[in-house]
């Protein structure tokens, strides 16, 4: 008795699509067993929070707030500098985040000295920094992304003219030789 062959044509037409159903079937499976759990009834709150720190922003920027931020490693001490439209608050907190090691984060309350803010927040190392500057009252907030070290940075709640104040960005490229007409 001789063997037929199996046409792997048929096989593939007939597999493909089983395949497909029973894929489906677990993916059905793992989404009703393991699936997403509902949102608390709570979860609103999330929604005030975010709306009070949109308005903070606002509030910083309808103040124009203008902050500058140094570190000085020697001492282990953060200066801020601030300028606003109103009445300079007697303390500012200062948050550093880094975005990679928790353990770097810390938060500084700075007492006014003089014409400026210090507080001591160690040494801080170069790194991918998230750094907030608010009131103690908690009545405005600036944010700042920063890469690299905190020497000299600025923190402005007006993104224009932040991005005014920027050092343009490296050289632009020299024109092109002008090319001579042919007669």
Excluded at 42 to 50: A, N, R, T, V
Excluded at 57 to 76: E, K, S
Excluded at 147 to 155: K, S, V
Excluded at 157 to 181: D, I, K, M, V, Y
Aim: with cysteine; charged share 20%; net charge negative.
């Amino acid at each position: 008795m001789t063997r037929k062959s199996i046409n792997s044509g048929l096989l593939v037409t007939i597999g493909l699509p089983l395949f497909a159903i029973f894929a489906s079937v677990g993916v059905a499976v793992i989404a009703f067993t393991r699936g997403d759990p509902t949102l608390p009834d709570e979860y609103h709150w999330e929604g005030m929070s975010l709306d009070r720190d949109f308005a903070d922003a606002r509030r910083a920027a309808d103040l124009n707030v203008h902050a500058t931020v140094q570190t000085l490693p020697a001492t282990g001490t953060c200066r801020v500098t601030l300028q606003l439209d109103g009445a300079l608050p007697p303390d500012l907190t200062l948050k550093l985040v880094h975005a990679t090691h928790p353990d770097l984060d810390r938060q500084v309350r700075l007492p006014r000295t003089g014409a400026s803010y210090e507080g001591h927040c160690g040494v801080v190392p170069s790194g991918h920094w998230h750094l907030e500057l608010s009131d103690v009252a908690g009545s405005w907030t600036v944010r700042k992304d920063v890469l690299g070290g905190l020497d000299d940075i600025t923190i402005d709640a007006r993104p224009a003219r932040a991005a005014a104040a920027a050092p343009a960005p490296g050289p632009s490229a020299p024109p092109a030789p002008a090319t001579p007409a042919i007669t």
